[in-house]
C-alpha cells in the first residue's frame, strides 16, 4: 500500500528531496540579497517547520471532528502519513509577517523570496503524492484517466466503499489529481517567479502565491476521491481571504 525506494517511504524521500531543494534554493536567495544570510536561513527553516506543524494539525483536527473521512487503515499510520498542506499553507501565511519582523528582517521583501521557495516545496510534495498514490481523484471515464496497481490506495479505496470486488485486478481508472496539483503549483511557481523579476511592488509575489494556491485548491477537491470537510472550508476560507 505504501510504494518504497531503498527501504524508505516515497512519499518521505519526497518530502526529504523538498527539503534539500528548499534549502538550496533559500541559501542561493540569502546569498543574492546580502545582510545575514544566517538569521534568514533560521527564519525560513522555522516557517518551513510551522508548516509541517499546521499540515499536520489539519489532519489531526479532522481525524477528530471527522474519523471517517480517513481511509487508511490504522496499522499504516505513522510519521510519514497524515499531512493536509493546506493547513500548514495557511498557518505560515498569518505568522509569517510577525515572525520575520520579530527577527528584524524586511517584510515584505523576505516573504516574497520565502513563497518562491514554498511554491518549490508543492511540486516535491505533490510529486510525492503521486508516487505513493495517495490524493487519488473519483472514478472517470475520461481519456486521461489514470489506473493504479492493484495493491494502491485507489484499489484499497474502491474495494472498501464496494466499487469493485477484492478478487479484481485493479481499481477502476480515476482523476490524475495529483498531476492537476503538480500542474497548478508549476503554474503558481511561474507566475511568482516572473511577478519576482519584473514587478516591482513588494508584496505581491507573496499575496499571488496564497491567492493561487488556495483557489487552485478550491477547484480541484472536487475531484478528490474521498470528502475532506475542514480541509475544504479552510480552503474556501483561503481562497476568500
Known amino acids: ?3 518504497r525506494l531503498f527501504g524508505y517511504s516515497s512519499y518521505f524521500l519526497l518530502w526529504s ?3 534539500i531543494a528548499c534549502f538550496s534554493l533559500g541559501l542561493y536567495l540569502a546569498r543574492r540579497d546580502g545582510g545575514d544570510v544566517r538569521r534568514r536561513l533560521l527564519v525560513g527553516a522555522l516557517l518551513f517547520a510551522l508548516i509541517l506543524v499546521g499540515s499536520k494539525a ?3 483536527a479532522e481525524a477528530i471532528f471527522f474519523p471517517g473521512e ?3 487503515p490504522a496499522q499504516f499510520h505513522g510519521l510519514a502519513h497524515g499531512f ?9 501565511g498569518v505568522v509569517a509577517p510577525f515572525v520575520v519582523r520579530l527577527a528584524g528582517l524586511p517584510w515584505p521583501r523576505f516573504g516574497d523570496r520565502f513563497v518562491v521557495v514554498v511554491a518549490v516545496m508543492t511540486v516535491f510534495i505533490r510529486i510525492g503524492c503521486l508516487m505513493n498514490g495517495c490524493c487519488f481523484g473519483r472514478v472517470s471515464s475520461l481519456p486521461w484517466t ?4 492493484r495493491e494502491s490506495w485507489a484499489f484499497y479505496y474502491q474495494v472498501t466503499r464496494g466499487q469493485i470486488a477484492p478478487s479484481a485486478e485493479a481499481p477502476l481508472p480515476v482523476h490524475p489529481l495529483q498531476i492537476y496539483f503538480i500542474i497548478a503549483a508549476l503554474i503558481t511557481l511561474g507566475v511568482i517567479v516572473w511577478q519576482l523579476n519584473r514587478v516591482e511592488e513588494a508584496g505581491l509575489p507573496y499575496l ?3 491567492a493561487m494556491f488556495f483557489a487552485s485548491t478550491l477547484i480541484l477537491e472536487p475531484l478528490r476521491a474521498n470528502h475532506l470537510t475542514l480541509n475544504n472550508w479552510l480552503v474556501l476560507a483561503g481562497t476568500v481571504t
Open 1 to 3: 500500500m505504501q510504494p
Open 17 to 19: 528531496l523538498a527539503a
Open 84 to 92: 493536509r498542506i493546506p493547513g500548514g499553507i495557511a498557518l505560515v
Open 58 to 60: 489539519l489532519y489531526g
Open 146 to 149: 489514470v489506473t493504479f496497481p
Open 70 to 72: 480517513d481511509y487508511v
Open 208 to 210: 499571488t502565491f496564497f
